[in-house]
């Protein structure tokens, strides 16, 4: 029996898109707020204005790179063996800051919480990764938070159907995790084997790439490892009222970043990287000026985020919120 499929943009719309996409990286371009990430693009062809620290990409750049985007992003669990492969995974996200407990009264989540969480999704079978970041632990410090998480769910996941992930957050944490991931493969070359170490930051939209999160992509890129991003453009506030317009600032995001990771990973000698595209956009609430989530159109962002993925043969993230 084949499978039906629910699509939401035609060829068209996505050629379109990626059209508007492309027009933006070479007009407007992207801010890259690190001066080797800048180093790294302007080697490659792009035109750099440092003192705004943007890039211009052009189209000839863009069209070489996303040739080297692999359209698989594949989870390995804490005996560091491969996740059966499907289409579908599904993970705990949101970095979330508050906890409710069972009566009724919110605290701000701690590093017990961020273990309840993965005790809970290391039980669910609907849970693919528990994920160290789906609660903030704000009773560490900020900057080494995420280290002390993923450790925290290293020790506590041990079911073989989770996938398990350590990350950095800024250079000398991303390079702690490099170590770390290393000591828990057994060693660097083992790490590249199994790449339980991504690296990665969200962009602030529209089109901002923070310098400390780029540190993190750059030296997995330069490793060998793997990068991801979620894009959250959102309309009426950091990108168009229209929900077509916010999709090519996501987009133009995305490409930016695909484009990125697999210049830098070339520039060390790997031929490519997976490098996953997310999207976690909404629609601002204009009456009291936020972003709210589960709304009609955040589902209708997301699921064309996914469709563009898959046209570029991307592997990709999208909320479910």
């Known amino acids: 029996m084949g499978k039906m499929k629910l699509q939401f943009l035609s060829r068209s719309d996505i050629e379109r898109i990626h059209a508007a996409s492309i027009n933006v990286l070479e007009t407007i371009g992207a801010q890259f707020l690190n001066d ?10 792009c035109i750099i204005d440092r003192k705004r620290m ?95 998480a993923a450790l925290v769910v290293w020790n506590r996941v041990n079911n073989p159907n989770k996938s398990i992930q350590v990350r950095g957050n800024d250079r000398e944490t991303q390079l702690i995790a490099v170590e770390m991931g290393s000591i828990l493969t057994g060693g660097i070359e083992e790490l590249r084997k199994t790449p339980i170490v991504a690296g990665g930051v969200c962009p602030t ?11 993190t992509m750059m030296i997995a890129a330069e490793n060998g490892l793997y990068n991801e991003t979620i894009g959250m453009a959102t309309s009426g506030s950091m990108a168009p009222m229209s929900l077509a317009g916010t999709m090519v600032v996501h987009n133009a995001e995305m490409l930016s970043f695909e484009v990125f990771c697999q210049l830098v990973a070339y520039d060390a000698g790997w031929n490519s990287i997976a490098a996953q595209m997310g999207c976690s956009s909404s629609i601002i609430d204009v009456r009291k000026g936020y972003y709210p989530v589960g709304n009609p159109e955040m589902a209708l962002l997301n699921a064309a985020a996914q469709e563009l993925a898959q046209y570029y043969r991307c592997p990709s993230r999208v909320a479910g919120a």
């Open 205 to 215: 939209s529209p089109l901002v790439w923070p310098g400390p999160g780029l540190d």
């Open 36 to 45: 080797k990430a800048l180093d790294y693009l302007e080697n490659y062809g």
């Open 54 to 148: 943007i890039a211009k990409i052009p189209e000839a750049v863009v069209d070489e790179f996303m040739k080297k985007a692999l359209p698989e992003y594949p989870w390995f669990n804490r005996n560091l063996k491969r996740i059966q492969k499907r289409e579908v995974y599904f993970q705990t996200f949101g970095q979330g800051t508050y906890i409710t407990d069972r009566n009724g009264v919110a605290h701000p989540s701690t590093i017990k919480d961020v273990e309840k969480v993965a005790i809970v999704g290391n039980e669910l079978e609907s849970v693919d990764r528990p994920h160290p970041w789906a609660v903030f632990a704000r009773d560490l410090n900020p900057v080494t938070s995420n280290l002390h």
